[in-house]
């Protein structure tokens, strides 16, 4: 596993901004949350560099960086195995980023991750990439992406240009070829497929798509029906919110404040203020996530989020059992309740056997459970119950269907996990210790 890494980074192509960030700063984040700890930019503009490795970054702060000068014209290996051989401290294996292509996490991942001479190459690159990639340069196994990883025997071996090494050794195969074409399509963090993405820095003409297939990249899968109608509005704040310094743990705050506001107005009696704050949380929600995921600005507490959400969703259910069984519109109110919060508990248990047992949730099994996740019980669908239950003007009937929607969810899955559970043939506190 390459512990140094080499950035060659040049302007202007380097510093081109997509979604609020330049192309540069956007792999210094990847890096970073790849594993890799420090970096030596190495870079023929050094004060326009400079100057953006100065402008101050939270979300690459655990990155130690240093910038060194080299001539202008084309990177040369002899420039990298000088710079190798007096920063690597021994290292046997040394990654080789460009710093003016936008890459896939998952690539940059699959590159740290190997013991020999690999270079990235894309022998099959989608249409509606293209464009973006015409000008890389092509090789018999296809366009090459730009990133290597160099044992030192290897590179110390080379002469000449970074690029005429890397296409000799993908056409003598002293250099393996990892092809983006080859690999998964899933993506487990988004629950969807989605193919592994890369491309240059955009032409100003370009710009647009560039970051559309950003945007793209930050959409999750296996949706239900009101989370499939908040998506493009989420993609289009966010989409202006990713161009200002508004982070998502900023956004967390503003959710959690209109819905813990929504609370109020459940408890109080103003059913008409709280479901229209409670359908604006739906939309509020998906947003921190998609500037995180969009600006690279993913962190470990990121993952506290889901205790919120969990928290205020409670708080909601009692608010309102609370306030049918005062008002005397649910003489059961209590006791639905407590139904409603064993069935989503039990529910919790299954989709968390399922993906411990499968390394997927529960409704990415097969087309019936993607049917079921589509009307199921959820926050979001809940919510839509009480909505149009109230504009009925029969809102403690609907909380009494949405309590039974839980419980039908919940008792669907059951077969489902307990198949999943036997299928994968091994008992789940031993998945878990692996």
């Not at 340069?137 to 730009?146: I, R, S």
């Not at 959690?256 to 229209?276: D, E, K, P, Y």
């Not at 608010?319 to 059961?332: T, Y």
């Amino acid at each position: 596993m390459a512990e140094q890494c080499v950035i060659l980074a040049d302007s202007p192509s380097a510093l081109v901004e997509l979604c609020g960030i330049s192309v540069l700063e956007r792999l210094l984040r990847t890096l970073q949350r790849c594993g890799l700890d420090q970096a030596i930019v190495l870079s023929s503009t050094r004060e326009p560099i400079a100057r953006e490795l100065a402008r101050p970054s939270w979300a690459r702060a655990e990155l130690d960086l240093k910038l060194q000068s080299r001539a202008v014209g084309p990177v040369t290996i002899e420039q990298i195995v000088d710079l190798w051989a007096r920063n690597s401290g021994g290292s046997e294996l040394l990654l080789v980023v460009p710093g003016n292509v936008v890459y896939d996490s998952r690539l940059l991942q699959l590159l740290i991750s190997q013991n020999e001479s690999a270079a990235l190459v894309d022998s099959a690159v989608p249409r509606k990439l293209s464009r973006l990639t015409a000008s890389a340069p092509d090789t018999k196994c296809g366009k090459l992406c730009g990133p290597a990883i160099m044992r030192r025997e290897w590179a110390f071996a080379q002469t000449g240009t970074l690029e005429e090494v890397l296409r000799q050794g993908l056409e003598q195969n002293t250099l393996t070829a990892l092809d983006v074409a080859a690999q998964p399509l899933y993506h487990a963090a988004l629950r969807r497929k989605l193919r592994p993405y890369w491309f240059p820095a955009p032409s100003s003409e370009h710009i647009k798509m560039a970051e559309r297939v950003l945007l793209d990249s930050t959409r999750k899968g296996t949706l239900d029906i009101p989370a499939i109608v908040h998506g493009p509005i989420e993609t289009f704040l966010i989409s202006q919110l990713c161009k200002t310094s508004i982070t998502p743990n900023q956004l967390t705050v503003i959710t959690n404040i209109v819905a813990w506001i929504a609370t109020i107005f459940f408890a109080t009696g103003r059913l008409g203020w709280g479901l229209a704050l409670a359908l604006v949380v739906g939309v509020l929600d998906g947003l921190d996530g998609k500037q995180a995921r969009l600006k690279v600005e993913t962190t470990r507490s990121g993952k506290l989020e889901h205790w919120f959400d969990a928290f205020f969703e409670n708080s909601w259910w009692v608010a309102l059992a609370w306030q049918f069984h005062s008002s005397g519109q649910l003489a059961g109110a209590f006791y639905y309740l407590a139904l409603l919060l064993f069935a989503e508990a039990v529910d919790g248990i299954l989709k968390g056997s399922v993906y411990f047992t499968t390394g997927k949730v529960i409704d990415e099994l097969g087309t019936f459970e993607r049917v079921v996740r589509l009307v199921g019980g959820r926050r979001n669908v809940y919510i839509w119950i009480l909505a149009i239950g109230f504009l009925l003007g029969a809102p403690a009937k609907a909380f009494i269907f949405m309590v039974w929607l839980q419980v039908a969810t919940a008792a669907v899955h059951l077969p489902r996990a307990i198949w999943a559970f036997f299928r994968n043939g091994r008992p789940f506190s031993i998945r878990l210790r692996d």
